[in-house]
């Protein structure tokens, strides 16, 4: 089955301690995105890529990093630069096939940083 | 930049109509879309509008008009599975590349 998944589900982390967070997606799609989502929010871009080996920032990137090596995979380091990192985080994917540019979802990751 | 407004809540119950309504801001507009999400969930797609008008998919629709920089996502016969929150969301070009915006969604909750 294709699809999106997400790795761990929950993340428990020491302030000051780097994590990454992975992301992978069989679905043959160019696009990857991640989103922070906190309680009782939107989801917010945390940075996107539309090709390998490129990958843009989104509206909050400071304190993250990426990376795009495999067209399958589009990994996320959450740094101790960023201030407050508890929240939940979903990766997401698009092929640009369809007029509307849907995006799939994968499970998303909890983080919370003790 | 972008900005979305609707509702934070709205409560309704089963085998009734509810409208979700979203209006937004922003720049290089080329459509609206809808998501579900589910409590602790992943979201899903529901529907899209580039153009005026309604587009129907079974007991959602969703509407837009550019011209008022609004939409809205109607649930009809509505079923206590549609209990979760709703984003609307603009779809928009970055440095050459569609991105989506997020409002920050509506939580359904439908009562028997």
């Known amino acids: 089955d294709g699809g999106i998944t997400q790795s761990p589900k929950y993340l428990f982390r020491k302030e000051g301690q780097n994590v990454t967070l992975s992301c992978e997606q069989n679905?043959?799609?160019?696009?990857m995105y991640w989103y922070r989502q906190d309680p009782g929010q939107g989801l917010r871009l945390i940075y996107y890529s539309q090709i390998v080996n490129d990958f843009q920032k989104g509206d909050i990137a400071e304190g993250y990093s990426v990376s795009r090596e495999k067209k399958e995979s589009f990994p996320l380091t959450v740094t101790s630069a960023q201030k407050n990192p508890t929240a939940f985080y979903l990766c997401a994917s698009s092929g640009g096939q369809s007029g509307s540019d849907e995006q799939f979802f994968g499970p998303g990751t909890r983080l919370t940083v003790l | 930049g972008q900005s979305l407004e609707q509702p934070s809540e709205v409560t309704a119950v089963e085998g009734a109509i509810v409208q979700i309504n979203c209006t937004y801001q922003?720049?290089?507009?080329?459509?609206l879309s809808w998501y579900q999400q589910h409590d602790g969930g992943a979201p899903t797609f529901l529907s899209y509008?580039?153009?005026?008008g309604l587009e129907e998919t079974g007991r959602f629709s969703s509407f837009l008009s550019r011209s008022d920089s609004y939409g809205y996502l109607l649930l009809q016969e509505l079923q206590m599975k549609d209990s979760a929150s709703y984003f609307c969301?603009?779809?928009?070009?970055?440095?050459?590349?569609?991105?989506?915006?997020f409002g920050k969604g509506t939580m359904l909750l439908v009562s028997p």
């Open positions: 969301a603009v779809r928009d070009r970055r440095s050459g590349y569609s991105t989506l915006t």
């Open positions: 509008n580039a153009l005026d």
């Open positions: 922003t720049s290089g507009f080329y459509g």
């Open positions: 679905l043959n799609h160019d696009a």
